[in-house]
Protein backbone atom coordinates (compact mmCIF):
# COMPACT_ATOMS: atom_id res chain seq x y z
CA UNK A 1 0.00 0.00 0.00
CA UNK A 2 1.40 3.51 -1.10
CA UNK A 3 1.32 5.65 2.40
CA UNK A 4 1.56 9.09 0.54
CA UNK A 5 -1.74 8.05 -1.36
CA UNK A 6 -3.61 7.28 1.06
CA UNK A 7 -3.02 10.46 3.01
CA UNK A 8 -3.63 12.35 0.35
CA UNK A 9 -6.52 10.81 -0.04
CA UNK A 10 -7.45 11.67 4.04
CA UNK A 11 -6.53 15.47 3.17
CA UNK A 12 -8.93 15.51 0.19
CA UNK A 13 -11.33 13.39 2.56
CA UNK A 14 -11.22 16.02 4.93
CA UNK A 15 -11.56 18.69 2.04
CA UNK A 16 -14.98 17.09 0.97
CA UNK A 17 -16.40 17.10 4.40
CA UNK A 18 -15.49 20.81 5.05
CA UNK A 19 -17.10 21.41 1.19
CA UNK A 20 -20.54 19.16 2.64
CA UNK A 21 -21.02 20.99 6.22
CA UNK A 22 -20.89 24.58 4.46
CA UNK A 23 -23.49 23.22 1.18
CA UNK A 24 -27.13 23.89 1.36
CA UNK A 25 -29.50 21.20 0.47
CA UNK A 26 -30.28 23.13 -2.98
CA UNK A 27 -26.40 22.80 -3.43
CA UNK A 28 -25.98 19.37 -2.81
CA UNK A 29 -25.11 16.66 -6.00
CA UNK A 30 -25.10 13.24 -5.40
CA UNK A 31 -22.63 11.89 -3.34
CA UNK A 32 -23.57 15.10 -0.96
CA UNK A 33 -27.33 13.53 -0.80
CA UNK A 34 -25.90 10.24 -0.20
CA UNK A 35 -23.83 11.80 3.06
CA UNK A 36 -26.69 13.42 4.19
CA UNK A 37 -28.87 10.02 3.97
CA UNK A 38 -26.27 8.12 6.18
CA UNK A 39 -26.29 10.91 8.47
CA UNK A 40 -29.97 10.58 8.77
CA UNK A 41 -30.11 6.83 9.47
CA UNK A 42 -27.21 7.07 11.95
CA UNK A 43 -29.83 8.82 14.00
CA UNK A 44 -32.88 7.00 13.23
CA UNK A 45 -30.79 3.63 14.37
CA UNK A 46 -29.16 5.52 17.71
CA UNK A 47 -31.40 8.94 18.94
CA UNK A 48 -28.45 9.69 20.99
CA UNK A 49 -26.56 10.00 17.36
CA UNK A 50 -28.23 13.10 16.92
CA UNK A 51 -27.32 15.18 13.61
CA UNK A 52 -26.29 18.00 15.38
CA UNK A 53 -23.54 15.65 17.12
CA UNK A 54 -22.55 13.61 14.07
CA UNK A 55 -21.30 16.85 12.39
CA UNK A 56 -20.04 18.32 15.71
CA UNK A 57 -17.78 15.00 15.23
CA UNK A 58 -17.23 15.34 11.43
CA UNK A 59 -16.41 18.93 12.02
CA UNK A 60 -13.32 17.46 14.77
CA UNK A 61 -12.01 15.36 12.43
CA UNK A 62 -11.54 18.02 8.99
CA UNK A 63 -9.86 19.84 11.37
CA UNK A 64 -7.64 16.96 12.32
CA UNK A 65 -7.30 15.56 8.99
CA UNK A 66 -4.55 18.20 7.23
CA UNK A 67 -1.64 18.30 6.13
CA UNK A 68 -0.12 20.04 9.07
CA UNK A 69 -0.86 17.64 11.41
CA UNK A 70 -1.48 14.12 9.58
CA UNK A 71 2.86 14.33 8.70
CA UNK A 72 4.32 15.42 11.73
CA UNK A 73 1.69 12.92 13.56
CA UNK A 74 3.45 10.25 10.97
CA UNK A 75 6.38 10.76 11.17
CA UNK A 76 6.61 9.68 14.60
CA UNK A 77 6.24 5.92 12.99
CA UNK A 78 7.51 3.62 11.25
CA UNK A 79 5.18 2.03 8.85
CA UNK A 80 4.98 -1.95 8.75
CA UNK A 81 7.08 -3.48 6.25
CA UNK A 82 4.95 -6.63 7.15
CA UNK A 83 1.32 -6.29 6.81
CA UNK A 84 -0.97 -8.15 9.24
CA UNK A 85 -4.56 -8.17 9.86
CA UNK A 86 -6.07 -6.04 12.53
CA UNK A 87 -9.26 -6.68 14.41
CA UNK A 88 -11.13 -3.66 15.50
CA UNK A 89 -13.75 -4.36 18.05
CA UNK A 90 -15.35 -0.46 17.92
CA UNK A 91 -17.58 0.95 20.09
CA UNK A 92 -20.27 2.89 19.49
CA UNK A 93 -20.89 5.91 22.67
CA UNK A 94 -20.41 8.73 20.35
CA UNK A 95 -20.38 9.54 16.43
CA UNK A 96 -16.88 8.01 15.16
CA UNK A 97 -15.55 7.35 18.51
CA UNK A 98 -13.38 4.22 16.31
CA UNK A 99 -12.38 6.20 13.49
CA UNK A 100 -9.22 6.74 15.00
CA UNK A 101 -8.01 2.94 15.12
CA UNK A 102 -9.47 2.68 11.92
CA UNK A 103 -7.20 5.08 10.48
CA UNK A 104 -3.67 4.25 12.66
CA UNK A 105 -4.43 0.51 11.43
CA UNK A 106 -4.36 2.04 7.96
CA UNK A 107 -1.52 4.20 8.02
CA UNK A 108 0.47 1.62 10.03
CA UNK A 109 0.62 -0.39 6.55
CA UNK A 110 -2.10 -3.09 7.86
CA UNK A 111 -5.23 -4.33 7.01
CA UNK A 112 -8.29 -3.51 9.78
CA UNK A 113 -11.24 -6.17 10.28
CA UNK A 114 -13.79 -4.27 11.33
CA UNK A 115 -16.80 -5.24 13.35
CA UNK A 116 -19.03 -2.19 13.92
CA UNK A 117 -20.93 -1.18 16.97
CA UNK A 118 -24.77 -1.98 16.21
CA UNK A 119 -25.32 1.60 17.71
CA UNK A 120 -22.63 3.18 14.76
CA UNK A 121 -23.37 1.42 11.67
CA UNK A 122 -23.82 3.55 9.41
CA UNK A 123 -20.71 6.76 9.00
CA UNK A 124 -17.48 4.90 9.04
CA UNK A 125 -18.37 2.41 6.19
CA UNK A 126 -19.27 5.86 4.16
CA UNK A 127 -15.71 7.57 5.08
CA UNK A 128 -13.61 4.68 4.37
CA UNK A 129 -15.37 4.15 0.94
CA UNK A 130 -14.99 7.68 0.39
CA UNK A 131 -11.43 7.87 1.70
CA UNK A 132 -10.75 4.70 -1.01
CA UNK A 133 -12.06 6.60 -3.46
CA UNK A 134 -9.46 9.62 -3.00
CA UNK A 135 -6.82 7.31 -2.19
CA UNK A 136 -7.10 5.68 -5.55
CA UNK A 137 -7.99 2.51 -4.29
CA UNK A 138 -4.63 2.28 -2.01
CA UNK A 139 -6.34 1.16 1.19
CA UNK A 140 -8.05 -2.38 2.32
CA UNK A 141 -10.23 -3.30 4.68
CA UNK A 142 -12.84 -5.76 5.79
CA UNK A 143 -16.06 -5.58 7.82
CA UNK A 144 -16.65 -8.69 10.30
CA UNK A 145 -19.44 -9.70 12.14
CA UNK A 146 -16.82 -12.28 14.07
CA UNK A 147 -12.98 -11.90 14.19
CA UNK A 148 -11.67 -14.49 12.78
CA UNK A 149 -8.14 -15.20 11.09
CA UNK A 150 -6.38 -11.84 12.73
CA UNK A 151 -3.19 -11.17 13.84
CA UNK A 152 -3.78 -8.97 17.03
CA UNK A 153 -7.21 -7.11 18.11
CA UNK A 154 -7.86 -3.53 19.93
CA UNK A 155 -11.36 -3.81 21.59
CA UNK A 156 -13.04 -1.39 23.46
CA UNK A 157 -15.87 -2.42 25.77
CA UNK A 158 -17.55 -1.82 29.11
CA UNK A 159 -15.55 -3.11 32.11
CA UNK A 160 -17.25 -6.39 32.29
CA UNK A 161 -17.10 -6.31 28.49
CA UNK A 162 -13.48 -6.03 28.96
CA UNK A 163 -12.86 -9.08 31.43
CA UNK A 164 -14.50 -11.23 28.68
CA UNK A 165 -12.25 -9.87 25.80
CA UNK A 166 -8.88 -10.18 28.04
CA UNK A 167 -9.83 -14.05 28.19
CA UNK A 168 -10.92 -14.56 24.48
CA UNK A 169 -7.84 -12.57 23.49
CA UNK A 170 -5.49 -14.02 26.02
CA UNK A 171 -3.04 -15.94 23.66
CA UNK A 172 -3.45 -13.08 20.90
CA UNK A 173 -1.63 -9.53 20.85
CA UNK A 174 -4.02 -6.93 21.97
CA UNK A 175 -4.88 -3.71 22.94
CA UNK A 176 -8.45 -3.99 26.23
CA UNK A 177 -9.77 -1.04 26.45
CA UNK A 178 -12.06 -0.18 29.48
CA UNK A 179 -15.12 2.52 31.06
CA UNK A 180 -12.64 5.45 31.51
CA UNK A 181 -14.36 9.12 32.37
CA UNK A 182 -13.18 12.46 32.83
CA UNK A 183 -13.03 14.90 35.92
CA UNK A 184 -12.60 18.96 36.00
CA UNK A 185 -10.91 20.65 38.65
CA UNK A 186 -12.44 24.39 40.16
CA UNK A 187 -9.78 26.52 41.61
CA UNK A 188 -12.08 29.27 42.11
CA UNK A 189 -10.84 31.95 40.33
CA UNK A 190 -12.82 30.94 36.97
CA UNK A 191 -14.32 33.23 34.97
CA UNK A 192 -17.70 32.66 33.49
CA UNK A 193 -16.77 32.39 30.23
CA UNK A 194 -14.22 29.39 31.61
CA UNK A 195 -17.23 28.02 33.32
CA UNK A 196 -19.15 28.07 30.19
CA UNK A 197 -16.43 26.22 28.22
CA UNK A 198 -16.57 23.60 31.15
CA UNK A 199 -20.56 23.25 30.42
CA UNK A 200 -19.20 22.14 26.81
CA UNK A 201 -16.95 19.37 28.26
CA UNK A 202 -19.93 18.07 30.14
CA UNK A 203 -22.71 18.10 28.08
CA UNK A 204 -21.08 17.53 24.59
CA UNK A 205 -22.71 13.82 23.13
CA UNK A 206 -25.13 14.61 26.43
CA UNK A 207 -21.89 13.12 28.15
CA UNK A 208 -21.65 9.69 26.74
CA UNK A 209 -18.03 9.66 26.23
CA UNK A 210 -15.30 8.97 28.35
CA UNK A 211 -13.71 12.64 27.83
CA UNK A 212 -16.79 13.51 29.47
CA UNK A 213 -16.34 15.07 32.74
CA UNK A 214 -18.93 13.51 35.45
CA UNK A 215 -16.95 14.45 38.48
CA UNK A 216 -16.26 18.02 39.79
CA UNK A 217 -13.73 19.14 42.27
CA UNK A 218 -14.42 22.43 43.77
CA UNK A 219 -12.81 24.49 46.55
CA UNK A 220 -14.40 24.40 50.03
CA UNK A 221 -15.83 28.05 50.03
CA UNK A 222 -16.65 27.97 46.16
CA UNK A 223 -20.77 29.18 45.20
CA UNK A 224 -22.91 26.10 43.74
CA UNK A 225 -24.61 28.32 42.04
CA UNK A 226 -22.26 29.37 39.77
CA UNK A 227 -21.80 26.30 38.20
CA UNK A 228 -25.36 25.80 37.51
CA UNK A 229 -25.37 29.20 36.02
CA UNK A 230 -23.05 28.02 33.42
CA UNK A 231 -25.12 25.21 32.01
CA UNK A 232 -28.28 27.64 31.36
CA UNK A 233 -27.00 26.98 27.58
CA UNK A 234 -27.53 23.84 27.30
CA UNK A 235 -30.92 23.72 29.06
CA UNK A 236 -32.59 22.47 25.89
CA UNK A 237 -30.99 18.95 26.52
CA UNK A 238 -33.94 18.02 28.59
CA UNK A 239 -35.86 18.04 25.52
CA UNK A 240 -33.89 14.97 23.71
CA UNK A 241 -36.80 11.75 24.94
CA UNK A 242 -33.86 9.62 25.93
CA UNK A 243 -31.78 12.23 27.85
CA UNK A 244 -34.85 13.36 29.62
CA UNK A 245 -35.90 9.20 30.63
CA UNK A 246 -32.57 9.56 32.12
CA UNK A 247 -33.08 12.59 34.20
CA UNK A 248 -36.54 11.83 35.26
CA UNK A 249 -35.54 8.12 36.35
CA UNK A 250 -32.38 9.33 38.71
CA UNK A 251 -34.36 12.21 39.80
CA UNK A 252 -37.35 9.75 41.10
CA UNK A 253 -34.37 7.78 43.07
CA UNK A 254 -32.73 10.45 44.89
CA UNK A 255 -36.18 11.76 45.75
CA UNK A 256 -37.51 8.33 46.96
CA UNK A 257 -34.44 7.90 48.65
CA UNK A 258 -34.11 10.81 50.29
CA UNK A 259 -30.37 11.86 48.92
CA UNK A 260 -29.68 16.01 48.75
CA UNK A 261 -28.85 17.12 44.98
CA UNK A 262 -29.33 20.14 43.55
CA UNK A 263 -31.46 20.68 40.06
CA UNK A 264 -31.83 23.10 37.84
CA UNK A 265 -35.00 21.03 35.84
CA UNK A 266 -32.08 19.30 33.02
CA UNK A 267 -29.28 18.49 34.90
CA UNK A 268 -28.62 17.57 38.98
CA UNK A 269 -25.46 18.27 41.19
CA UNK A 270 -25.17 15.53 44.05
CA UNK A 271 -22.40 15.71 46.67
CA UNK A 272 -21.14 12.39 46.00
CA UNK A 273 -17.14 11.31 46.02
CA UNK A 274 -18.03 8.63 43.38
CA UNK A 275 -16.19 8.89 40.28
CA UNK A 276 -18.56 8.21 37.64
CA UNK A 277 -21.96 9.56 37.48
CA UNK A 278 -25.50 8.56 36.10
CA UNK A 279 -26.76 10.58 32.99
CA UNK A 280 -28.04 13.90 33.74
CA UNK A 281 -25.90 13.65 37.21
CA UNK A 282 -22.97 15.38 37.87
CA UNK A 283 -20.90 14.32 40.77
CA UNK A 284 -18.98 16.98 43.18
CA UNK A 285 -16.75 16.97 45.96
CA UNK A 286 -15.08 19.86 48.13
CA UNK A 287 -11.72 20.11 48.67
CA UNK A 288 -9.29 22.26 50.96
CA UNK A 289 -5.88 20.75 49.52
CA UNK A 290 -5.38 20.59 45.64
CA UNK A 291 -3.10 17.59 46.98
CA UNK A 292 -5.62 15.56 47.79
CA UNK A 293 -7.37 16.30 44.81
CA UNK A 294 -3.95 15.65 42.76
CA UNK A 295 -3.44 11.96 45.30
CA UNK A 296 -7.27 11.03 43.98
CA UNK A 297 -6.33 10.88 40.49
CA UNK A 298 -3.44 9.31 40.86
CA UNK A 299 -5.12 6.83 42.92
CA UNK A 300 -7.70 6.16 40.34
CA UNK A 301 -5.36 6.96 37.26
CA UNK A 302 -6.53 3.91 35.15
CA UNK A 303 -10.00 5.31 35.20
CA UNK A 304 -9.78 9.26 34.14
CA UNK A 305 -8.96 9.86 30.42
CA UNK A 306 -8.42 13.11 31.14
CA UNK A 307 -8.50 16.06 33.79
CA UNK A 308 -10.13 19.85 33.18
CA UNK A 309 -8.62 22.35 34.57
CA UNK A 310 -6.62 25.20 34.58
CA UNK A 311 -2.53 24.81 33.56
CA UNK A 312 -1.54 26.20 36.96
CA UNK A 313 -3.00 23.49 38.87
CA UNK A 314 0.14 21.39 39.40
CA UNK A 315 -0.96 18.46 37.22
CA UNK A 316 -1.33 17.60 33.65
CA UNK A 317 -4.94 19.34 32.55
CA UNK A 318 -6.84 19.98 29.56
CA UNK A 319 -8.13 23.76 28.93
CA UNK A 320 -12.04 24.37 29.64
CA UNK A 321 -13.94 23.10 26.47
CA UNK A 322 -11.06 21.29 24.80
CA UNK A 323 -11.97 17.78 25.95
CA UNK A 324 -13.87 16.93 23.06
CA UNK A 325 -11.08 18.13 20.87
CA UNK A 326 -8.19 15.66 21.40
CA UNK A 327 -5.14 15.50 19.00
CA UNK A 328 -4.44 12.84 16.88
CA UNK A 329 -1.48 12.25 19.36
CA UNK A 330 -4.40 11.30 21.72
CA UNK A 331 -4.88 8.05 22.60
CA UNK A 332 -7.79 6.41 24.78
CA UNK A 333 -6.53 5.05 28.02
CA UNK A 334 -2.97 6.59 27.39
CA UNK A 335 -1.79 3.66 25.09
CA UNK A 336 0.11 4.54 22.09
CA UNK A 337 -1.85 2.58 19.96
CA UNK A 338 0.75 3.68 16.66
CA UNK A 339 3.70 2.50 18.42
CA UNK A 340 1.99 -1.05 19.24
CA UNK A 341 1.03 -1.27 15.61
CA UNK A 342 4.76 -0.87 14.90
CA UNK A 343 5.55 -4.26 16.68
CA UNK A 344 3.09 -6.56 15.98
Not at 166 to 182: A, G, M, P, Q
Not at 255 to 283: A, G, R, T, Y
Not at 288 to 317: M, P, R, Y
Amino acid sequence: MNIEKQVLGLIKLSEYIKSYLAKKNEDFNETDFEFESVIKKSEIENPWFTIENQKFALKQWLDLLTEDNLKPWLSNYTPSKTIKKVGLILAGNIPLVGWHDVISVVLSNHIPLIKLSSKDKQMIPFLLKKWKEFSENEIEYEFVDRLTDFDAVIATGSNNTARYLEYYFKNHLSIIRKNRTSVAVIKGEETEEELKLLAQDIFQYFGLGCRNVTRIFIPDDFVIDRVFESFIDFKEIINHNKYANNYDYNRAVYLLNQDQFWDNNFVMLKEDEKLFSPLSVIHFSRYSSLDDVKDFINENEENIQCVVGKDELGFDTIYFGEAQNPGLDTYADNVDTMKFLEVI
